[in-house]
């Protein structure tokens, strides 16, 4: 092993016990499911692009940084740290998360007060979003014949 | 009850990772608190996927709590873990969902409006 990594690395891990392989399994999950809430974004964001500046960009960054935070959780699986570099490790790790968190609350706020502008505290007639439903659902009825 | 559940001790050299992991627990009910605002304040565009960040927001909030308390307990690190991974993963899934869900239906309400 390189002299600068024995600083920080003790050791690889590469025996697995079962919680060890559960925990693995489960971290990686939380990898792809930050994975699936990113596409789920841009998704969102090309559905309805009026969200793209109001709140959209900040969920982007928290989930970003939300992957990079599991990502490490997956690798800290595998790599056995020095105790004073593992309590860095796991700061930076936590702080991604934190940050990501205080982003994602500027997020809703910019939402919150976006919606706010848009609609006022009227109502919106759900006889209109029914109306708009049924004209869809008409079109494709006459598409499909 | 607690001396079963091993020793609870904050090192000082952990004092920040569980401030960190603390605030990641406040953050994400600060979020739930805003959800239940904005729930209150616009029902209808709130209506699809809502539920769904609801649930979800506490239990990313719990995800840091359960890494508030691994920090802290060393017995019990392994259950605290796999608490923390589950609730992750189950929060985020819902999270997905549900912004999804409340997506496509503003997309259809901004439409009509």
Same mark, same amino acid.
């Given at each position: 092993m390189p002299l600068h990594l024995t600083a920080i690395l003790e050791r690889w891990i590469t025996e697995f016990?079962?919680?060890?392989?559960?925990?693995?399994?489960?971290?990686?999950l939380a990898v792809i499911a930050f994975l699936f809430l990113l596409a789920v974004l841009i998704i969102a964001m090309i559905k309805a692009p009026i969200l793209s500046k109001h709140g959209s960009i900040e969920m982007i960054i928290?989930?970003?940084?939300? #992957?990079?935070? &599991?990502?490490?959780? =997956?690798?800290?699986? %595998?790599?056995?740290?020095?105790?004073e570099f593992y309590d860095v490790w796991k700061t930076l790790?936590?702080?991604?998360? #934190?940050?990501? &968190?205080?982003?994602? =609350?500027?997020?809703? %706020?910019?939402?919150f007060l976006f919606s706010t502008r848009l609609f006022g505290t009227e109502k919106i007639e759900e006889s209109n979003v029914k109306i708009k439903e049924e004209e869809e659902f008409t079109s494709e009825s006459d598409i499909n014949g | 009850?607690?001396?079963?559940?091993?020793?609870?001790?904050?090192?000082?050299?952990?004092?920040?990772?569980?401030?960190?992991?603390?605030?990641?627990?406040?953050?994400?009910?600060i979020i739930s608190i805003l959800l239940f605002l904005l729930h209150h304040r616009f029902p209808q565009i709130t209506r699809n996927g809502w539920i769904e960040l609801v649930i979800g927001a506490p239990f990313i909030a719990l995800k840091g709590?359960?890494?508030?308390?691994?920090?802290?307990?060393?017995?019990?690190?392994?259950?605290?873990?796999?608490?923390?991974?589950?609730?992750?993963?189950?929060?985020?899934?819902?999270?997905?969902?549900?912004?999804?869900?409340?997506?496509?239906?503003?997309?259809?309400?901004?439409?009509?409006?």
């Open positions: 016990n079962l919680s060890a392989v559960r925990d693995i399994m489960l971290e990686f928290f989930v970003i940084l939300g #992957l990079i935070h &599991a990502t490490m959780n =997956v690798f800290d699986e %595998f790599a056995w740290f020095t105790q790790k936590d702080l991604c998360l #934190l940050v990501g &968190a205080i982003i994602l =609350v500027i997020g809703f %706020f910019r939402f | 009850m607690l001396h079963s559940m091993g020793e609870w001790i904050i090192g000082n050299d952990q004092i920040l990772t569980f401030t960190v992991e603390i605030s990641i627990f406040v953050g994400f009910v709590l359960f890494d508030a308390l691994d920090t802290i307990n060393d017995s019990l690190h392994d259950i605290f873990d796999s608490l923390e991974a589950s609730f992750l993963l189950i929060g985020l899934v819902l999270l997905g969902i549900g912004l999804l869900r409340i997506a496509l239906y503003s997309a259809k309400v901004w439409e009509v409006r």
